[in-house]
Nanobody, 115 residues
Framework: QVQLAESGGGLVQPGGSLRLSCTGS????????MGWYRQAPGKQRDLVAA???????TYADSVQGRFTISRDNAKNTVYLQMNSLKPEDTAVYFC?????????WGQGTQVTVSS
């Protein structure tokens, strides 16, 4: 049973930064393309950023230039560096495989951007 664990969220002021981490037990990330997704209250879960096994990346238009996804295969961890945060970035952030969601969703990590 694969278990995903997201961490690093919190309350931050507009313009601030956070770095999210995603680790997985029972699986090896290096063989999978991975994505970060987010879900705001009352909205669907959307892709924020994704990274392939070769390191190629893709971003939602709303975060392009502000967020950076990366991976450390030795640590079996995927990161999301979020800079210049905006109130509309407020959501629960999740990780999973990309393009399809092959693992059971974790609890996610709450990111709140507010002054």
């Amino acid at each position: 049973q694969v278990q995903l664990a997201e961490s690093g969220g919190g309350l931050v002021q507009p313009g601030g930064s956070l770095r999210l981490s995603c680790t997985g037990s029972g699986t090896v990330f290096r063989y999978r393309s991975m994505g970060w997704y987010r879900q705001a209250p009352g909205k669907q879960r959307d892709l924020v950023a994704a990274i392939t096994t070769g390191g190629g990346t893709t971003y939602a238009d709303s975060v392009q230039g502000r967020f950076t996804i990366s991976r450390d295969n030795a640590k079996n961890t995927v990161y999301l560096q979020m800079n210049s945060l905006k109130p509309e970035d407020t959501a629960v952030y999740f990780c999973n495989t990309w393009v399809t969601y092959d693992y059971t969703w974790g609890q996610g990590t709450q990111v709140t951007v507010s002054s």
